[in-house]
């Protein structure tokens, strides 16, 4: 955000860029867009992708309106985004005054594994904790 303001106005013909995915906590989406309607920052807590703190969250409106600014007229923006934010990273360009004119999917299978026990989520969202009704055998052969 920094160096985009040290840029000129209507200077720069194209940006290809690999935004922040956001993968971190998933915030209340409503207090998300509480911000952004009223031109605030929205600052998340925790980490993102690995813990890293500046991959937390999409880039809001503020830092798209700066990549408005510098853009030529006619000139287009390409941002990558992971399937699970992209709505958010859309929304946001789109209230910085970016149109949003075609969007691409590439599948890419392959990385960290991504498997979650949904009812243990549930419960760990919910605080609850499991009763132990019994134990296996370990060792144990059919016979």
């Not at 160096?3 to 013909?13: C, G, M, T």
């Not at 880039?59 to 941002?79: D, Q, S």
Request: hydrophobic share 40%; aromatic share 10%; glycine share 14%.
């Amino acid at each position: 955000m920094q160096l985009l303001k040290h840029i000129p106005d209507n200077s720069i013909h194209a940006i290809v860029t690999d935004p922040p995915y956001g993968l971190g906590k998933v915030p209340d989406i409503r207090v998300v867009l509480e911000h952004w309607l009223d031109g605030r920052e929205y600052r998340p807590t925790g980490g993102g992708f690995m813990g890293q703190e500046w991959d937390a969250f999409v880039p809001g409106p503020a830092v798209w309106h700066e990549c408005m600014r510098i853009l030529r007229p006619g000139g287009f923006c390409v941002a990558f985004s992971g399937t699970r934010t992209v709505d958010l990273l859309g929304l946001a360009m789109r209230l910085a005054g970016f149109e949003v004119r075609d969007l691409f999917s590439w599948n890419q299978f392959q990385g960290f594994p991504k498997s979650l026990d949904i009812s243990k989520a549930i419960d760990d969202h919910h605080g609850a904790v499991r009763e132990v009704v019994g134990r296996g055998h370990s060792g144990a052969t059919a016979g």
